[in-house]
């Protein structure tokens, strides 16, 4: 005979949640039901923890690991970011040197083309000088002074007319220069560059020489002009539609004195105490006015042909005979 109740009818007894709820007055309640949507509710959002974490502290002390992994890996692309700027300075510095070398080679490039132009042209002016040597040696007419007047100027006797045969109110010429000058340019230019010895530099010079308003620096007083080796590169580049060699400017500037003669003063000008004094070749301006007269048009003292008749030149007026 048992005492108490069967533990089968005590079960049965028992409330289940389901009592529960409607003692406490809440709808149904389907436990299946409700844990499968609280479960799908929460899947995107709940935070995997140990199931070891049974209290606050041990939450505390996850949440701890979680921040210094989180530094760490801050720390970690910080790094990272520096060492990546690093490698883009480091290339940024590679391809300035790239670029200045490749500044350096144009310019030695640049420097080498010039030296060869300027070689070509000492090439050029040496293969004059020797053809003039040959027709100094082949001039059995030339006298002492023609050959002292070639070796101290590089010009010839034939620069400069007869001044007893020329006609009566015809003025001499005062210098090579003022000879040239007053002649027909195709005449002259026949003469100096295209027939016999050429002197390209000298016909340089007489142009420079002869466009002197365009490129002389006139004085302040009106007293004359003067040349600085800027106004005869000037002249140069507008002559030969190009910027002169140096070689070819200094050449040109010596013709310059050459030609000139005594109608130009070679001196010194110092426009300041702090400013280097500078050579410039002067001359006054009756004489440079001289140069644009055209005295000896009218006379064949250099002929068609581009060449002087004899070591004195024959005067020939174009009406008249010889003279």
Known sequence: ??????????????PDDQDVAAALGFD?????TS?????????????????????????????????????????QLAKERRDRQRLEERHEERLDEAQQERNRADRNRKEIASRLNE???????????????????????????????????????????????????????????????????????????????????RFRALLVMKRWDEFATKRKNGSGIFWTRDDVKTALTAILGEEPHAQTLKRVWKEMVAIGSSDVDVTERRISAKQDAKKIIAMDIETAEGLLEARYHHLELIDADGNVTGVTPVVIDNDAAEV
């Open 119 to 201: 070689v070509t042209d000492e090439i050029d002016d040496v293969d004059a000088e020797v053809e003039e040597a040959k027709e100094i040696a082949k001039t059995a007419s030339a006298n002492a002074e023609q050959a002292k007047q070639i070796a101290e100027t590089g010009g010839t006797a034939f620069d400069r007319e007869d001044a007893e045969g020329l006609p009566e109110g015809v003025e001499a010429s005062s210098s090579t220069l003022d000879f040239l000058a007053n002649c027909r340019q195709h005449r002259v230019k026949k003469h100096l560059v295209d027939n016999g010895t050429p002197r390209k530099n």
């Open 35 to 75: 844990t499968d949507s609280q479960t799908e509710e929460t899947a995107g959002t709940t935070i995997d923890i140990p199931e070891e974490v049974s209290d606050a502290n041990d939450l505390l002390g996850v949440v701890r690991d979680l921040a210094n992994e989180l530094g760490q890996t801050k720390q």
């Open 28 to 32: 149904d309640v389907d436990a299946d």
């Open 1 to 14: 005979m048992s005492i108490g109740k069967d533990p089968d009818a005590v079960d049965d007894e028992t």
